[in-house]
């Protein structure tokens, strides 16, 4: 099948997954959802007693039952609004230097109304699936690209998030983006793939922190290839540049901007989202609870949940079975995504902060289900030829 026609087959199945997840997902709204939203209505011109009403209205919809309770009880019978006290002028900033979500969603507002927000949601799943299915079949062939997607489209892990209303789901989908375009770039030397994986970095940077993180997928797989002395090592340079200059140019803008900075951002937990002083040492306060995190819950955490443990662990293998150097992206961003959590270690976000990571763990399984099946057939097919062999050589009696 060829990249137009497999595009195609992509834009139909991507828009019945969609519609599939998004009538089989609950919830598809959480806290960050209000705020979000309400920023969005006021990039689409609306007064701000609008702009907390339909924020409000799409959160009761689309949020867990628990949360809603939970915030309704604590507003007292009095209206939502996002009004920050002074000391915590910096947690709405935050919401603020990520406008990538709120615009798409302003922009579809004039001719869809507040059914906006699932239109970006759609627009996400589509892009995933495109992503997946486009770029593993020209990286691997069409069953890689099949299976991959099937392993994305039914894994709940990753789903639950892709389709919500929040921004979660534009980052997984621009990270697959990223992740895939990296990948293409070191297999075919195109330059479009480079223009390509540095717009998928600045609308990720736009969209959540993760995509600040993105040049260091593609210096790892530079330090690798320069370890194993490949020669690849050059083109992965060359992407950890064009990765690097619109992550530092966003990076630059906020402070620009007033946005917060690293130590503040670094102050949110320690200080409950600064509702309480800063802290003397909050690096020292975020590493030590890594380090907390690391040895026990993290660990145990994974230990109690072997099934996920295997899946990484078989993730890997496939994508080392490849023995192709375009799948270096696709292990480097398995520390990266780590790290991306381990700067903010809430662990009642620690499903969704990790959630891009399913994006190597379906490659890698989908390398791992095809290539070994390959090799498998081909190790049987061997075996059978040799015992006809034997039995040829065998004397009639």
């Not at 496939?318 to 270690?345: D, M, Q």
């Not at 662990?347 to 289900?369: F, K, N």
Request: charge should be positive.
């Amino acid at each position: 099948m060829s990249p137009n026609r497999a595009l195609l087959l992509s834009l139909v199945v991507g828009a019945v997954g969609w519609a599939t997840l998004w009538f089989s997902t609950d919830p598809r709204a959480g806290w960050d959802s209000l705020v979000y939203h309400k920023y969005a209505f006021e990039y689409a011109g609306l007064a701000p007693d609008e702009q907390d009403a339909l924020s409000w209205d799409l959160f009761t919809r689309y949020g867990s039952t628990p949360l809603v309770l939970y915030v309704t009880e604590a507003l007292g019978g009095e209206n939502w609004s996002f009004d920050v006290a002074r000391n915590q002028v910096r947690f709405a900033l935050i919401y603020r230097m990520r406008p990538a979500y709120p615009t798409m969603v302003a922009a579809a507002y004039p001719i869809l109304g507040t059914r906006a927000p699932l239109a970006v949601s759609a627009f996400a799943v589509v892009l995933f699936v495109a992503t997946t299915v486009v770029g593993l079949l020209i990286l691997a062939g069409p069953r890689v690209a099949v299976v991959a997607t099937g392993l994305g489209i039914f894994n709940v892990l990753l789903t639950q998030w892709l389709v919500t209303l929040t921004p979660d789901g534009m980052a997984i989908s621009l990270w697959a983006v990223t992740l895939t375009t990296g990948a293409l770039w070191i297999a075919q030397r195109r330059p479009i793939w480079l223009v390509a994986l540095g717009l998928a970095v600045l609308g990720l940077c736009l969209t959540r922190p993760i995509g600040v993180l993105a040049p260091a997928v593609f210096g790892l797989s530079a330090l690798a290839a320069a370890v194993a002395r490949g020669d690849v090592w050059r083109p992965f340079l060359a992407a950890t540049v064009v990765a690097a200059i619109p992550a530092l140019a966003v990076t630059a803008f906020s402070a620009a901007a007033g946005f917060p900075g690293f130590l503040d951002l670094m102050q949110s937990l320690p200080t409950l989202h600064y509702s309480s002083p800063d802290i003397a040492d909050p690096i020292g306060w975020i590493v030590s609870n890594d380090i907390y995190q690391l040895r026990n819950t993290l660990l145990v955490g994974l230990l109690a949940r072997p099934l996920i443990l295997a899946l990484v662990a078989g993730s890997v293998v496939g994508l080392l079975l490849s023995s192709k150097w375009w799948t270096a992206p696709f292990l480097a961003a398995f520390p990266v995504v780590l790290v991306s959590y381990l700067l903010h270690p809430s662990l009642t976000e620690v499903d969704r902060t990790l959630a891009p990571a399913w994006v190597s763990v379906h490659t890698g399984l989908a390398l791992l289900i095809v290539l070994g099946s390959v090799r498998w057939r081909a190790r049987l097919l061997e075996v059978a030829d040799r015992l006809t062999r034997a039995e040829n050589r065998i004397p009639l009696a």
